[in-house]
């Protein structure tokens, strides 16, 4: 796949398609490192999120970019897997508090090193002089014009991955 500096007709490179290209390469890659720990990037996100504090089920899927009903499915299966725990909030009764159980925080250690090594291996074909600046304005983009969705009445599909 090449794109070059500009579009088909000499225009502005199509940043959407750029950018999902992009998102559905490293989401692949990710999924395909995670394998082995016999883990999905979408557990990953949940599991390294539920270890910065204490998360409803809700809140840990808003910050993983995940539905109610995924959020529900992902942690049944984490906590068969012995990975997380819920209990009932002490302030809300309807919520439930996530907590990553110590497999849990074993087999995050071990994830975060394999995705720790696969960004390297990414971000080293980018000259090392340009590589904090493409961090540094997708960190504000992701912060600020692309920081909430639009909501719309025909949605963007996600494309799905079965390894995710």
Avoid at 85 to 101: E, F, H, L
Avoid at 111 to 129: F, G, H, Y
Avoid at 145 to 157: E, G, H, N
């Amino acid at each position: 796949m090449t794109t070059g500096t500009s579009g088909p007709d000499g225009t502005a490179p199509d940043l959407m398609f750029l950018m999902s290209w992009a998102t559905h390469a490293l989401a692949q890659e990710h999924a395909a490192a995670l394998s082995g720990l016999s883990i999905s990037t979408r557990a990953y996100c949940v599991l390294d999120r539920g270890l910065t504090g204490e998360f409803t089920q809700s809140q840990l899927g808003e910050m993983c970019g995940i539905d109610k009903t995924t959020m529900v499915v992902t942690l049944d299966e984490l906590e068969r897997a012995g990975l997380v725990g819920r209990r009932t909030s002490t302030t809300d009764r309807r919520a439930r508090i996530v907590t990553v159980t110590p497999d849990g925080e074993r087999l995050v250690a071990e994830a975060r090193q394999i995705v720790a090594e696969l960004q390297a291996d990414i971000l080293a074909t980018v000259p090392s002089r340009e590589r904090a600046i493409f961090l540094d304005v997708l960190d504000r983009l992701v912060q600020g014009r692309l920081s909430t969705f639009v909501q719309t009445d025909r949605p963007a599909r996600r494309r799905s991955s079965r390894a995710a």
